[in-house]
Nanobody, 115 residues
Framework: QVRLVESGGGLVQPGGSLRLSCETSGFAFSRSWLHWVRQAPGKGLEWVSTIYTGGGVPAYADFVRGRFTIFTDNIENTLHLQMDGLKSDDTAVYFC????????RGQGTQVTVSS
């Protein structure tokens, strides 16, 4: 059974940084496509980033490219999202997911960017 548990969210000022983590189990982590998606207040799910845990170049949505970095710890089976240069528009619940649409995702972690 796939298990995804996000952590690391919080309140941060504009320009600040956060690192999200997603502890995983129940699937072959080292040969999987993993994703971050987010949901801002009153909006639908929005794809943020994708990585193949076996290697290759990650993909990013235009609105986070150059600010966010997705990476994995293949020993701890954990997915991360380093978020720098945060903006108020980044305020959302962030989910790690098994698909880019977020159909199979964790419970999420709240990120609030505000002064």
């Amino acid at each position: 059974q796939v298990r995804l548990v996000e952590s690391g969210g919080g309140l941060v000022q504009p320009g600040g940084s956060l690192r999200l983590s997603c502890e995983t189990s129940g699937f072959a982590f080292s040969r999987s496509w993993l994703h971050w998606v987010r949901q801002a207040p009153g909006k639908g799910l929005e794809w943020v980033s994708t990585i193949y845990t076996g290697g290759g170049v990650p993909a990013y949505a235009d609105f986070v490219r150059g600010r966010f970095t997705i990476f994995t710890d293949n020993i701890e089976n954990t997915l991360h999202l380093q978020m720098d240069g945060l903006k108020s528009d980044d305020t959302a619940v962030y989910f790690c997911a098994m698909d880019s649409a977020g159909r199979v995702r964790g419970q999420g972690t709240q990120v609030t960017v505000s002064s």
